[in-house]
């Protein structure tokens, strides 16, 4: 696999973006959506998701983690069911 620029994004406006750390740093472009205004920002919520997605579905399918086989399987749906609310721009 090709390694991404690393988590968590954040969308602003029509724009994603590596989050800011609390000293300032980060913040960097990832991607750029482009389409009417409503659009481009529910896009770029997204995409800016798309970290957590992995994250979430990689534990919830992996055969290695077993917290997605036995105890703690709240902790994965709770990460899942916070990166669909980022995606759809809930949060």
Not at 9 to 17: C, I, L, N, P, T
Not at 22 to 35: L, P
Not at 40 to 62: F, K, W, Y
Request: a negative charge; one cysteine or more; proline letters at 5%.
């Amino acid at each position: 696999m090709k390694i991404p620029t690393p988590g968590p994004w954040e969308s602003v406006g029509a724009v994603v973006r590596t989050s800011r750390t609390e000293d300032g740093r980060g913040g960097h472009m990832v991607a750029e959506c482009w389409s009417v205004l409503d659009e481009a920002h529910a896009n770029a919520c997204l995409i800016a998701a798309a970290p957590e997605m992995l994250a979430a579905l990689e534990t919830l399918v992996s055969e290695e983690q077993p917290a997605a086989r036995h105890g703690d399987v709240e902790r994965v749906w709770k990460a899942a069911r916070a990166a669909i609310a980022k995606a759809r721009g809930d949060t």
